[in-house]
């Protein structure tokens, strides 16, 4: 159901044991599953703190523990810790956690909106931008509007056009256009200032 890599296994084993608790483990959840929202949440957890509905996955030193109404959308969820030299960072892999693309039967606005939410925006959060939908035209063109650290960025072209436009016509293929309508001249605080700077999505 849900793989956990050694790396994983001993960080979270290096963790409980500072914690000092005997018996201590971890439990995951999801909230707003199947939603472009949806986010895993790691928490320690007591014995006395399950409620009986858990998978229970038997790690080295510990058990791991799924909440089980959270378990379906981790199937096939995969967990690894990268060392780097500022520690390292845990990363959770999970398909099926925002559920599926809506269908063709679905409209195109509502289509466009879940890629955003669930591929796009995720991404340059990271940088302190934002991607909203204004419109969609008669002939499939596209238009957002971009914000927070993505308003005013030197580099917003590429991002438009070699990470947005790109991911939204793979998904969304009536889409002719992707064009952006922000006034970037207005822009305060970008992350990226200087034409030199990387595309968010790069």
Aim: charged share 25%; proline share 5%; aromatic share 6%.
């Amino acid at each position: 159901m849900i793989d956990i890599s050694e790396r994983a296994q001993q960080h979270f084993l290096r963790l409980l044991s500072n914690q000092g608790i005997e018996g201590l483990g971890i439990r995951v959840s999801v909230t707003q599953p199947g939603t472009p929202a949806a986010n895993c949440e790691l928490e320690f957890c007591e014995r006395n703190e399950l409620s009986g509905n858990e998978w229970t996955v038997e790690c080295t030193g510990f058990d791991f523990h799924i909440d089980g109404a959270s378990a379906p959308w981790l199937d096939g969820a995969t967990i690894d810790y990268e060392p780097n030299t500022t520690g390292g960072q845990l990363n959770i892999r999970a398909p099926r956690i925002k559920g599926e693309l809506p269908g063709l039967e679905a409209g195109l606005v509502e289509r466009v909106q879940y890629v955003l939410e669930a591929e796009v925006n995720p991404k340059i959060a990271a940088h302190g931008g934002r991607v909203s939908l204004l419109e969609i035209d008669a002939n499939g063109v596209v238009v957002l509007q971009f914000g927070g650290g993505c308003h005013g960025c030197g580099m917003v072209d590429v991002t438009l056009k070699h990470g947005v436009e790109k991911t939204l016509r793979e998904r969304v293929p009536e889409i002719t256009e992707v064009r952006d309508a922000t006034d970037h001249a207005g822009g305060s605080n970008p992350y990226y200032s200087k034409p030199e700077g990387r595309s968010a999505l790069g």
